[in-house]
């Protein structure tokens, strides 16, 4: 298990990215807000006026998302060569100043960095990280693209174009020529590799290409069973014959067959740690969700669904379901999270707390939320897990 174990099942083609736009390329961008971090202090940003002349590059990121931080050195080399020239970069994250700033003091960004931006991410459409998003002199949408397809030669073709009427016209010159077929694109892709002991965890997930990916690093087995399977981590069990060794793991799919991503993580994580699983019944404490059906000011419907960030102190989406807020819940009180709140739809949400125990957590869910964690005892369905081919151990 301490060799470096890699499964392809195939190389994936990179084609060129179409990224679903809020905004369609050519129209002016959408009035935002979020906050700008500039010499260690907080401002408003001041609005596409403020950049008539330059080149915008907006990337959206996040710093949990690992191919996001894998591409700060190249985003950062982009701001630095065109540094005093008429082009802003902009990283937009939905999370707060306080995460941002202590990820900056080892993680440094050549460019600005913008926090709190929930309305940003869905005024342009985010659903997935990394994201770029050009927007030229004019205030128009020039181009939605990834990080890593940004070229310090590209972006300099892009400079001088701002009209919608340029943009158009280049549109439709690239929707009348015909599309060479890819010679033998490959559909899938599964990596799995062992990974040194040290370092931060990490998890992303996205678009890139046509194609979507859920990307994690150095999360334990019962952290990775937990996102495979889509269950909460307190309601996993491990066997203590499973070796303890953390891998990376990357799959990726094309957009039409996204269902596949969950089923392909599951068989490269029980493969990776030679484990067979199975689902069974057993009574627990848990806690109760309940919901006092009033209104109240920490959340508030949402149209879309969109991002969410945790802190030390916090925690807000820009559109999320209950399952997101009882996963954090679950996490936080080390117990499952049973939904009893009645609550379908889809939320923003701004939770935020004053002290380091679960007692505060609590206090300030029921205070801004309406939401009561009540202990009980239930029986609950658990994921249970051993090695592969023991007798003894979980069947598949």
């Not at 985010?126 to 205030?139: D, F």
């Not at 940004?150 to 001088?160: G, N």
């Not at 931060?200 to 087995?221: A, F, I, K, Q």
């Not at 739809?345 to 609590?362: H, P, Q, R, S």
Request: with cysteine.
């Amino acid at each position: 298990m301490k060799t470096k174990l890699s499964v392809f099942l195939a190389v994936l083609a990179l084609l060129p990215a179409f990224l679903a736009a809020a905004v369609p390329e050519g129209r002016p961008a959408p009035r935002v807000s979020m906050k700008l971090l500039r010499n260690g202090a907080v401002a408003d940003f001041p609005g596409w006026p403020a950049y008539k002349g330059k080149v915008v590059v907006l990337e959206f990121w996040a710093t949990w998302c690992v191919p996001c931080v894998a591409n700060i050195p190249h985003m950062s080399d982009l701001a630095k060569a065109f540094r005093g020239k008429p082009v802003e970069f902009i990283s937009v994250t939905v999370e707060s100043a306080d995460t941002v700033k202590k990820f900056l003091k080892t993680h440094p960004m050549a460019g600005s960095v913008a926090v709190d931006g929930n309305n940003a991410w869905r005024a342009f459409g985010v659903t997935g990280v990394p994201q770029t998003v050009i927007i030229g002199k004019a205030g128009a949408v020039l181009r939605y693209t990834s990080p890593e397809q940004l070229s310090e030669k590209a972006l300099r073709q892009l400079m001088d174009l701002g009209s919608a009427e340029a943009i158009e016209k280049i549109n439709n010159s690239k929707a009348a020529a015909p599309e060479k077929a890819p010679e033998n694109p490959a559909l899938f892709e599964v990596r799995v590799a062992s990974v040194t002991e040290n370092g931060d965890m990490g998890y992303g997930h996205g678009s890139l290409n046509g194609t979507v990916y859920e990307e994690y690093t150095r999360l334990d087995l019962r952290a990775m069973l937990a996102q495979a399977y889509g269950v909460g981590e307190q309601r996993v069990e491990i066997s203590s014959a499973l070796p303890a060794q953390r891998f990376s793991f990357l799959v990726r799919a094309p957009k039409a067959a996204e269902n596949m991503l969950k089923p392909l993580l599951r068989q490269a994580v029980l493969a990776a740690y030679g484990a067979q699983v199975r689902k069974v019944s057993g009574a627990r404490q848990v806690l109760l969700a309940q919901y006092d059906n009033a209104p109240h000011a920490g959340f508030s419907p949402a149209g879309d669904a969109g991002g969410w960030s945790e802190g030390r102190s916090y925690v807000r989406s820009a559109g999320a379901r209950m399952d997101k807020l009882l996963e954090f819940l679950e996490s936080r009180f080390g117990q499952p999270v049973l939904d009893e709140t009645g609550l379908a739809g889809i939320y923003d949400m701004k939770l935020e707390w004053t002290g380091a125990d679960n007692d505060a957590v609590a206090a300030a869910l029921k205070a801004q939320f309406g939401i009561t964690l009540v202990p009980a005892a239930r029986t609950i369905e658990l994921l249970e897990a051993g090695p592969a081919g023991d007798t003894d151990s979980p069947g598949r």
